[in-house]
């Protein structure tokens, strides 16, 4: 009886947190080139993932169908691009 009263409970969680989602066109739009990573951090939350190549570290927040990508070098927001954000 227990666990079965938890799992609506997780879905519901689940929910809310995907409404507060940081990935958003007003986030976004507060961003700019030569930002750091922390201060873009502190807007959009943590990245979903992040790769390196050559010294180029591309992040993405969001989902492949709604995101925003960001490539920093040393550090410091050198390209940026949105995707579906409302």
């Given at each position: 009886p227990e666990t079965a009263?938890?799992?609506?409970?997780l879905?519901?969680?689940?929910?809310i947190l995907a409404a507060c989602s940081k990935v958003t066109m007003d986030n976004y739009n507060?961003?700019?080139v030569g930002q750091g990573y922390d201060e873009i951090v502190a807007v959009l939350g943590q990245p979903a993932r992040c790769d390196e190549v050559?010294?180029?570290r591309h992040c993405?927040?969001?989902?492949e169908q709604r995101n925003v990508?960001?490539?920093f070098v040393a550090g410091k927001a050198l390209t940026m691009s949105a995707?579906?954000?409302k």
């Open positions: 009263m938890r799992l609506p409970l879905i519901l969680s689940a929910l507060r961003l700019k050559l010294g180029v993405l927040w969001g989902d990508k960001i490539g995707n579906n954000l």
